[in-house]
């Protein structure tokens, strides 16, 4: 395998989605490393084209969910059962179990709640995305209307662009 | 891949390229503001500042200011708070049960009615606060240990799962908008050219890219986040209906309280989502994007909650004749023949009638219908609360204790501040944040523009 990092990048832009999803088909077949695609917005079938792995971040979101569940589970029992433990309005409270049908409300959206900013969250630090970061995308344009392909620098790769349907080839 | 029935009517009206669906969204935030826009802004202001005022005066005084006494000791303030609260949700409903179910009309609308939920829950959320009289101490709710001898909040009470739900709602509902402003505010930041404009959007669009795996990630997050909203919205009403629900005053101890709240926030949600992009896509002259199909759909929308509100309605009287119990007969039959007779009625007329007249298709496509019945809906969601609440409350067991309620120029005065606030917030948005899911937006473009579907070739099935 061709040792890549080292090598200039070359950055091609493009106007439309459907020549930039094929042009990825095109550079994969011909065996091209594609380093990274920029788009305004989610361009359909752009992942599986690209190879790239199904994200795990809803798997996360479930086990956030779970520990958030767990918290619910502890707070109630030991606030409600097991430190204080008082007799409300005649509804049991002496173990949990008995008492739990009051808490679904609050199991329920701790769950939530814990599902959803972890996620979101993990979401922000594996993206690299923080108050003030720097833009990711090396051209303004494509958070407008024009799409970006960045490849190496590897032998044939211009003509394989240029053919694709590039409207500007610029090496960086 | 691109392929849409051409029998569907266009969601983007005119011809529209990637680049014109960019400017029409930034042009709010870069142009003057219009002078509608200061004179609504003005107004708002001033009942905002008069609604802090009145809200000072409660604080400093004490919530003897208002018009409760020893019989109705709930009036206005929950009143607004389930009011707010239940407009709060159509904006959920739109961003994410439209999201489940695939349905595309949403993505010019959801942007504006999440932020009509975030600002209408902060609404809802300063009534239990106000009511508490002594604001400093509301951190009580939470679950804190305390030197009184680790006494804890009671998991037991609705009122407590009120405070779990609403804080929940509120904050998912912030970052599931947030999340989806990310990308636009990116766009904002990239074609901006005043250098403090430019500063302001960096920070607030986290340095966002438009990366394939970073779209492949946002469109997972968001897909999760509608699927964890979902029940979430559901849950938060059905709470707050428990708060009345599981009490044993007659009127309130109704198990159909649930279903009904929810499809009553709803109903009243989109008549205030109707009331908002109205104005908003006059202002701003966003015709294009917020089509008549939407505002169309929108009023079904209302049209079916509004039905399922009224069999609710007589589902509860049917059930307080069946149930044989005396004074639950009595409290319903108060509630239409009694001193109220007037608030039941105006909650019927608003809630159950006016929206019927949507079954014509010529009436739910005219705009200044679907804005006057908008504000009848919402006035009638608003008598609905105040008939369940003041109605069951002021003719207690003993006929010695009978009260009236009124209310003092503070109870209106916050409720008045209030509706300030919210457009306050609503105003200011608009000028300052992308009013449309643009991003979202543009995956339609080629599926759904009026242009592009007229050069459709129907043999071309990518």
Redesign the interface.
Known sequence: MIHTDNMPLIRAIYTDDDVVLSAVKTLREKGMKIKEVYSPFPIHGLDKALGLKETRIAMAAFMYGLFGLAVAVILTAYTMNFDWPQNIGGKPSMTWGANMPAFVPILFELTVFFAAHLMVWTFMIINGLYPGAKEQNPDPRTTDDHFMIEVHSVKGVIDVLKASGAKEISEA | ??YESNVREPLILGDK???DI?NDIARPIETKAPRLWWIAFSIALTMMLWGFGCIAYTIGTGIGVWGLNKTVGWAWDITNFVWWVGIGHAGTLISAVLLLFRQKWRMAINRSAEAMTIFSVIQAGLFPLIHMGRLWLAYWVF?FPNQY??????????L??DV??I??YL??ST??WY?GL??DF??I???AINPLQKHIY????????????????????S???AG??T??VL?VHT?VS?DFATSVIPGWHTTIFPPYFVAGAIFSGFAMVNTLLLIVRKIFKMEDYITIQHIEMMNIVIMVTGSIVGVAYITELFIAWYSGVEYEQYAFLNRATGPYWWAYWSMMTCNVFSPQFMWIKRLRTNLIFTFLISIVVNIGMWFERFVIIVTSLHRDYLPSSWAMFSPTFVDIGIFLGTIGFFFVLFLLYARTFPVIAQ??L??IL?SSGDSQKQHHDPNDT?
């Open positions: 891949m691109h390229s990637y680049t960019t679950p001898g680790s006494l804890w909040v009671n998991f037991n009470s609705p407590l799962w779990f739900a804080s929940t904050t998912v970052v599931f999340t990310i990308p990116a766009m930041r990239d074609r960096r920070i607030l669009s986290f340095g966002w890219g438009g990366k394939a795996k970073a779209w492949q990630r946002f469109e997972e997050v897909l999760v986040l964890l909203a029940p979430l849950s709470i428990m991003a979202e543009k995956t080629k990518h």
